[in-house]
């Protein structure tokens, strides 16, 4: 493949072959080179070679090999004319972050951390296959796919306020439970409000450095102030409805006789009844996975109150909750021109301006918190979108630090006891976990450097940096 170098963190494919469009990288040569080291490029160029892909194929900094799209990859496709692959969103639909300020110094939590963690750790369910605290019948879990963070809030999990402070305010319209199966909804109906395993995680965190003061401000976050991060998905829910349209889409591509570049790149057009299933069903994931954070910030609040009495949450609010794994119809500019596309994200971040009409009303004339999250025990972000992101990547940017190293490989060359004796020593970090396995699945080196990806976001001038967080306690599956 030929690579030239646009700009500084900007690479570019030229297309050839059976690719559609070019197709973009963002990141440093640094970042760049390790994108080589697996079929992230390859599947890059795959993307590219989509019927009716506009523009750009594009791969974020924090890109890796994934199931039909890389890891960071965004695409766009004509809303009316295009096409849907449950290949661009994942099968974690809509895994997401929220981030959450305390209003408290770290002098005040410093001295309970361990206790919080531990509290939050009994509170918040989590684990390989975990249930939460609520046993829902199959139709109150639909109510829960149509209404997202609102069925949450209006079941008494949190406050009015942090409805518009959701990406999509919580919940897209077009949910359609009839279109998710009764083994899907098994596995949803008793895993809404937990955490998981795997890379989702509860930390707490200190906000050590403000780069941006003036956005700082606008979201309400402070040096020294201590945060909550919350990161996780629509669980077997979301597993499960994208495991049950994979199927139709292959019969259709093969009725059809479509070329796909891989089969996981498997699509449909829009307007067939395929892609129209599959989106109706994505909703659902998405509204539970909303909800599904909902509730557990509900308890994050709870567990501070335990620890640090009665009335601490009063100033627990939220700052923002972006999903990483999605698909929506969106509005942008296209060779001078508005166009509605259908832009799929997976491993990739919403990132808008201000002016956007998507943004609540509190950030429309700033720009959108974009929340970062590092691997465990290095740096967190909070970024805000630009004007260049939505000209250039569809208003997208990273959604973390990204993986260099299998989870089976970390678990065979990191000792868990190893790695929580040197977070506690080396950084001061308390970490609480489900399953030793997992604190060598996520071990730090695991991952891309975190503070590379984002440096290489803001070279490309995507977004901007507005503060890092830094953990002081971890509490995972």
């Known amino acids: 493949m030929k690579i030239k170098q646009v700009s500084e963190a900007i690479w570019e494919i030229e297309k050839e072959g059976t690719m559609k469009v070019p197709a973009l990288i963002f990141g440093t040569q640094k970042v760049m080179e390790k994108m080589k080291g697996d079929r992230t490029l390859m599947q890059l160029q795959n ?59 770290l002098e005040q939590v410093k001295p309970k951390v361990k206790q919080l963690a531990d509290k939050l750790f009994t509170n918040v369910p989590s684990g390989v296959g975990s249930e939460g605290k609520l046993r829902l019948t199959h139709q109150e879990l639909d109510k829960v796919a149509l209404g997202g963070t609102a069925w949450a809030v209006e079941n008494g999990y949190g406050r009015k306020e942090d409805i518009e402070r959701t990406e999509e305010y919580g919940r897209m319209d077009g949910a359609d439970p009839t279109k998710v199966t009764p083994t899907a909804k098994a596995r949803g109906k008793s895993q809404i409000g937990t955490l998981g395993a795997g890379n989702h995680f509860l930390e707490i965190q200190r906000v050590e450095k403000i780069m941006n003061e003036s956005v700082a401000k606008s979201f309400g976050l402070a040096e020294n102030e201590v945060v909550v991060m919350i990161h996780c998905g629509s669980r077997g829910y979301g597993h499960q409805i994208c495991t049950d349209n994979l199927g139709g889409m292959l019969n259709y591509a093969n009725k059809n006789n479509l070329w796909l570049p891989d089969r996981e790149l498997v699509y449909a057009p829009i307007k067939s009844r395929e892609a129209q299933d599959y ?40 700052v923002y909750d972006v999903a990483h794994n999605i698909a929506k119809v969106e509005e942008h500019e296209v060779d001078g021109q508005r166009k509605k596309l259908m832009v799929h994200r997976k491993g990739a971040t919403r990132a808008f301006p201000a002016g956007r009409p998507e943004l609540p ?77 997992v604190i060598s699945e996520e071990a730090p080196d695991a991952y891309k450097n975190v503070d590379d990806v984002v440096g290489s976001v803001a070279a490309a001038g995507i977004s901007d940096i507005v503060a890092r967080v830094k953990p002081i306690a971890v509490v995972k599956g």
């Open 47 to 105: 993307v590219a070679s989509l019927d009716g892909i506009v523009n750009n194929a594009m791969v974020m900094p924090d890109g890796h090999e994934g199931y039909g799209f890389p890891i960071g990859g965004v695409a766009a496709f004509d809303a009316d004319e295009g096409i849907v692959s449950p290949g661009g969103i994942g099968y974690d639909i809509n895994c997401g972050v929220r981030l959450v300020r305390t209003g408290l110094a």
């Open 279 to 318: 989106l109706a069903g994505m909703k659902c994931a998405v509204n539970f996975a909303f909800a599904n954070r909902q509730m557990i910030m509900h308890w994050v609040r709870q567990s501070f109150d335990e620890v640090l009495g009665n009335g601490t949450s009063d100033s627990m609010d939220l």
């Open 361 to 437: 009303p509190i950030y429309r004339n700033v720009g959108q918190p974009v929340i970062i999250p590092g691997s465990m025990g290095t740096s967190s972000y909070v970024l805000v979108g630009n004007q260049k992101g939505l000209n250039m990547s569809w208003g997208s940017t990273c959604h973390g630090s990204g993986r260099v190293m299998s989870r089976g490989e970390a678990i065979r060359t990191h000792n868990p006891d190893k790695v929580v004796k040197d977070l506690a020593d080396k950084e001061g970090i308390y970490i609480r976990a489900m399953d030793r396995k």
